[in-house]
């Protein structure tokens, strides 16, 4: 049998024992438990934007005042132009004022439609009043409702072929894009994209 002193059983442990207990913690500190079930799972990586993302340009000749919503839509729009080898668009005040003008109109009037009101007639040419400033300039218009979400609007757009069609239009320079939410409404946030060959204000 071998006895320790005080000394010796102190040492013992701090070199034996206190880095198993570290070991273990730090083993621990990579996993999560999955709800309801009491077993672990490996924590998985963060998601992360590319590294440029953040400092990717806007084009602003206009000097527009933007959101990072706003920031965010035109980004994800010109990304996706510039993968299908088309050029970059940029904000217009007169855009974005048109856009946001009619968001708000249906989020408050709980429609869903180009036109103020939903008669065939006017469904087409429904958003002219809003961005005439230009009568000569080429303008086709995009509206989306149920996502509050830059990427997942974007997405409704780009699988619906007419949307897709005016998000890559090649004869488009300017956008202007809103969204205006209201609890209570049947679909919450209405979001409204006005693009225009220009020139632009």
Not at 34 to 57: N, Q, V
Request: a positive charge; aromatic letters at 10%; one cysteine or more.
């Amino acid at each position: 049998m071998i006895y320790l002193s005080f000394a010796q059983y102190f040492l013992w442990c701090s070199l034996f024992l206190i880095p198993l207990s570290q070991a273990e913690e730090s083993h621990k500190s990579k996993e999560i438990t999955a709800p309801g079930t009491g077993l672990s799972r490996p924590s998985a990586p963060a998601k992360e934007e590319p590294s440029d993302y953040e400092e990717e340009e806007v084009p602003n000749p206009l000097k527009v005042k933007l959101s990072l919503e706003d920031r965010d839509m035109f980004r994800q729009v010109n990304r996706y132009r510039k993968s299908k080898g088309l050029k970059k668009i940029a904000p217009a005040n007169s855009l974005m004022a048109g856009a946001c003008a009619h968001s708000e109109r249906m989020a408050k009037s709980n429609i869903f439609a180009h036109a103020d009101n939903q008669t065939w007639a006017r469904y087409e040419a429904g958003y002219q009043p809003r961005i005439s400033g230009n009568s000569n300039a080429y303008r086709t218009e995009n509206i989306a409702a149920g996502n509050g979400d830059v990427t997942a609007t974007l997405n409704q757009w780009k699988t619906s072929a007419g949307h897709n069609t005016n998000l890559l239009d090649p004869k488009v320079q300017y956008m202007g894009v809103c969204r205006s939410s209201r609890l209570g409404s049947t679909y919450t946030h209405y979001w409204t994209q006005v693009f225009s060959g220009g020139p632009e204000k």
